[in-house]
């Protein structure tokens, strides 16, 4: 089995810290065949990352890889011993999913401020504020997201916050996570944890890495537009 995935993507890192976290040593990792020249739809033709391949079969998004994942490698459950419990995970995983993740990605593309569209950066910046703040209702308040241990809850989040911490600033709003203690709390303890800790460095050397080729994109177009002046 392999998951096509890449470090700055934050749907790909859910699933890889729930990898970690459950002590899976049989999937492999790696780079999806085609991503950069637009022919991963060959692949999965929903052409986004994660997806799972098993061998020709292939699962796309985060959500059902996971679940999938949570039903055939039963050890160190990430999801609830009840159905109350496993639906307070699946509660904050899907806020951090929906209202988090989904539209701070989407704002990854307002970076540029020459092309920015204001309107869309305060619509999608202010549902992530709101949804940062309703998650302070959910999260526990002993270093993981619910239940005392790490869930698919932590899993999910760890990289939306990490987006937020991170990337919000490029379009010029502020990270509303020191205003919202709970939160605030929660980021500063799970980082501490292994699991969380390796996706955070994997997060990081991709959001290096992808700063580094836009800055060389735009030096050579600069010199391309310097060589035709
Ligand atoms: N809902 C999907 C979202 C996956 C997604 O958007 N992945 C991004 C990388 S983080 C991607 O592959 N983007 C490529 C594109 O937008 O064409 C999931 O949960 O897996």
Not at 154 to 179: G, K, M
Not at 209 to 227: D, F, G
Request: glycine share 6%; charged share 25%.
């Amino acid at each position: 089995m392999k998951l096509y995935s890449g470090d700055l993507s934050p749907y790909s890192a859910k699933v890889r810290m729930q990898i970690y976290a459950k002590g899976i040593s049989d999937i492999e990792l790696e780079l999806p065949p085609g991503f950069l020249t637009g022919q991963f739809n060959q692949t999965s033709p929903l052409a986004r990352i994660p997806v799972l391949d098993l061998g020709g079969d292939v699962i796309p998004e985060s959500e059902v890889i996971s679940e999938y994942l949570e039903e055939i490698y039963p050890q160190n459950r990430l999801l609830g011993a009840t159905p109350r419990e496993t639906a307070a995970i699946r509660t904050v995983s899907r806020i951090a999913d929906i209202y988090v993740m989904n539209n701070m990605f989407m704002l990854g593309g307002q970076g540029r401020k020459s092309t920015r569209d204001q309107a869309v950066v305060d619509l999608l910046s202010g549902q992530v504020i709101r949804g940062i703040k309703a998650l302070a209702h959910y999260l526990g308040d002993d270093g993981f997201a619910v239940s005392g241990r790490l869930t698919m809850a932590d899993c999910t989040l760890v990289p939306a916050l990490f987006l937020v911490e991170n990337v919000l600033s490029t379009v010029e709003v502020a990270d509303p996570i020191p205003d919202v203690p709970k939160v605030a709390a929660y980021w500063a303890a799970i980082k501490q944890n292994e699991h969380a800790a390796k996706v955070l460095v994997e997060l990081h050397r991709g959001l290096v890495e992808r700063r580094e080729l836009i800055a060389k994109m735009a030096a050579k177009a600069k010199a391309k537009a310097a060589a035709e002046a």
